[in-house]
């Protein structure tokens, strides 16, 4: 008994049930420490990107490096900068944390044999949007957030909106999309064939 259930599809599904599970517990854990980091407002870490800026580096006065991003750190935000870096520095955990649970709850229903089913259509689909709003919003949140950031402080260079993208989480969603598509057309075909046999 014990031989036929490993070499069957449920520790498979149990293993997605416990990587999900860990995933949303690491997105806990990291909306903690980013909470921790931003909220008393010293020291704040900001992610600024450096496109037309001078940053050419010359490292051991012989290696020249172009540096692409840096992070500073500044004390005192106002209200409107503090949120948009505690937003931009929250989002993505959060995006694993809703990813992570809609993985939890297919294992999870998968593991009882429910395959085609409106719930898991539902968190297929809830998956996929997510990434691909997140997508969009987490570059433009992090740009925006360092102009505003170093524009609080009067160190304010580029644009005050950026508007980024994120190739791989849209790709993944799109991906998680086309799965979401063939749940919907299992669980159509799965109501339309009931009591047909």
């Not at 948009?84 to 809703?98: F, G, N, S, W, Y």
């Not at 919003?137 to 957030?145: D, K, M």
Request: overall charge neutral.
């Amino acid at each position: 008994m014990a031989r036929r259930w490993l070499n069957g599809p449920r520790p498979d599904f149990v293993a997605l049930v416990l990587a999900a599970g860990l995933s949303a517990l690491a997105g806990v854990l990291a909306i903690v420490r980013e909470l921790a980091r931003i909220l008393p407002n010293r020291d704040v870490p900001v992610r600024v990107d450096l496109d037309g800026v001078a940053h050419e580096l010359v490292l051991d006065g012989a290696v020249t490096a172009e540096a692409t991003e840096a992070v500073v750190r500044v004390s005192g935000l106002d209200a409107v900068p503090l949120a948009l870096v505690l937003a931009a520095a929250v989002l993505p955990p959060v995006t694993i944390l809703v990813v992570a649970a809609c993985f939890a709850l297919l294992g999870w229903s998968f593991f009882r044999g429910e395959f085609f089913t409106r719930g898991n259509l539902v968190a297929v689909n809830t998956a996929a949007a997510v990434l691909v709003v997140t997508s969009l919003l987490i570059p433009s949140l992090q740009g925006t957030a360092g102009s505003s950031a170093l524009a609080s402080v009067g160190a304010g260079f580029g644009q005050g909106v950026v508007l980024g993208i994120d190739m791989r989480l849209l790709l993944a969603g799109f991906l998680l999309g086309a799965v979401g598509y063939a749940f919907q057309r299992g669980s159509r075909f799965k109501r339309d064939t009931e009591g047909l046999v």
